[in-house]
Nanobody, 124 residues
Framework: QVQLVESGGGSVQAGGSLRLSCAAS????????MGWFRQAAGKEREFVAAVSRSGGRTRYADSMKGRFTISRDNAKSTVYLQMNSLKPEDTAVYYCAAASTVGLVAETSRYDYWGQGTQVTVSS
């Protein structure tokens, strides 16, 4: 079992930045690829970014490339999402997730554990 707890959400104006954190506990953090997803009101959960077990490889949704950066610190069992140049359409609940599968996957069904989410609200 892996427990995931997100933090760092909040309200920010368009063009601003936020850094989300996701702290993991339980089984070996470095055994899992990690991902960030988001879900806006009335919409399906969508992939944001993923990072490999070592942190050496990353993958992003096209709309986040160049604005968001995913990273991890295995010594701290924490994954981060740095979000810059935020837009109102980035408003959503952001979730981190852990996947035991090989590779950087974007499908929610491939992730084994999920956090409770943290709200990000971007105003224009």
């Amino acid at each position: 079992q892996v427990q995931l707890v997100e933090s760092g959400g909040g309200s920010v104006q368009a063009g601003g930045s936020l850094r989300l954190s996701c702290a993991a506990s339980g089984r070996s953090f470095s055994s899992y690829a990690m991902g960030w997803f988001r879900q806006a009101a009335g919409k399906e959960r969508e992939f944001v970014a993923a990072v490999s077990r070592s942190g050496g490889r990353t993958r992003y949704a096209d709309s986040m490339k160049g604005r968001f950066t995913i990273s991890r610190d295995n010594a701290k069992s924490t994954v981060y999402l740095q979000m810059n140049s935020l837009k109102p359409e980035d408003t959503a609940v952001y979730y981190c997730a852990a996947a035991s599968t090989v590779g950087l996957v974007a499908e929610t069904s491939r992730y084994d554990y999920w956090g409770q989410g943290t709200q990000v609200t971007v105003s224009s």
